[in-house]
C-alpha cells in the first residue's frame, strides 16, 4: 500500500524548533519530488517546500524562507523538515506530499506554537 | 508569484444536480492544474491532474477542463459524499500556489 505517514508534530513555544519527518512506503521514494503542505486551522491550504530527487534543488515558499529546511534520506526513505525561529503563524497542520500535483497524502501532523 | 483565484468561495446544490467550480490563474499555467477534495478532519484526496485527467479512482462525474489561465471543474449528480471543499492548484512554476477553496454545501 502506498503511504505517507509524518511524525514530530506538537507544542512549541515561538522562537523554538521542531522536525517533522515523514516515511514513505509503498512507491520508490528516491523517484519524486517530495513537498510539504500546510493548513492553518480553519483556512486553506498553503505550500510549504519541495525538494527533487537527488535533494540537491529544494524551494521553498517567503513565509518560511530561510527559517525552514527541506531535506530527504532515499536509503530511509524519509522526507524531513527542520522548522526554527517557529512563529505563531506557523500553527497548522503538516502534510507530507507525493510529487507536484500531489497524488498521495499524509494523514497530517499538528504544529501548534504558543506560550 | 502565480495567484490562484476560485470562486464562488460557496456553492449551494441540491444532491443531484450539476455544480461548476472556476480556477483563475494569474498567468498561464498551460494544462499544469490540479484539483482536490477536502472533507472536514481529513487530508486532500487529488481529483483532476494536467487540467483533464481523472486520478485512479475517481468517479466519471468528476471532470476537469480548461486551459491557460481559465479552468472549470464539473461535478454531474452530486452526490452526498461530493459535499466538501475544493482546491485548484498550480504546479507549472515555483512557487507552487493554492486557490483559497470553493466550499460545496447542500441547499
Known amino acids: 500500500e502506498v503511504q505517507l505517514l509524518e511524525s514530530g508534530g506538537g507544542l512549541v513555544q515561538p522562537g523554538g524548533s521542531l522536525r517533522l519527518s515523514c516515511a514513505a512506503s509503498?512507491?520508490?521514494?528516491?523517484?519524486?519530488?517530495m513537498t510539504w503542505v500546510r493548513q492553518a486551522p480553519g483556512k486553506g491550504l498553503e505550500w510549504v517546500s519541495s525538494i527533487l530527487i537527488g535533494g540537491g534543488n529544494t524551494y521553498y515558499a517567503d513565509s518560511v524562507k530561510g527559517r525552514f529546511t527541506i531535506s530527504r534520506d532515499n536509503s530511509k526513505n524519509t522526507l524531513y523538515l527542520q522548522m526554527n525561529s517557529l512563529r505563531a503563524e506557523d500553527t497548522a497542520v503538516y502534510y507530507c506530499a507525493k510529487g507536484t500535483a500531489f497524488d498521495i497524502w499524509g494523514q497530517g501532523t499538528m504544529v501548534t506554537v504558543s506560550s | 508569484e502565480i495567484v490562484m483565484t476560485q470562486s464562488p468561495a460557496t456553492l449551494s446544490v441540491s444532491p443531484g444536480e450539476r455544480a461548476t467550480l472556476s480556477c483563475r490563474a494569474s498567468?498561464?499555467?498551460?494544462?499544469?492544474l490540479a484539483w482536490y477534495q477536502q472533507k472536514p478532519g481529513q487530508a486532500p484526496r487529488l481529483l483532476i491532474y494536467?487540467?483533464?485527467t481523472r486520478a485512479t479512482g475517481i468517479p466519471a462525474r468528476f471532470s476537469g477542463s480548461g486551459s491557460g489561465t481559465e479552468f472549470t471543474l464539473t461535478i454531474t449528480s452530486l452526490q452526498s459524499e461530493d459535499f466538501a471543499v475544493y482546491y485548484c492548484?498550480?504546479?507549472?512554476?515555483?512557487?507552487?500556489?493554492f486557490g483559497g477553496g470553493t466550499k460545496v454545501e447542500i441547499k
Open positions: 509503498g512507491f520508490t521514494f528516491s523517484n519524486y519530488v
Open positions: 494536467g487540467a483533464s
Open positions: 498567468q498561464s499555467i498551460t494544462n499544469n
Open positions: 492548484q498550480q504546479h507549472n512554476n515555483w512557487p507552487l500556489t
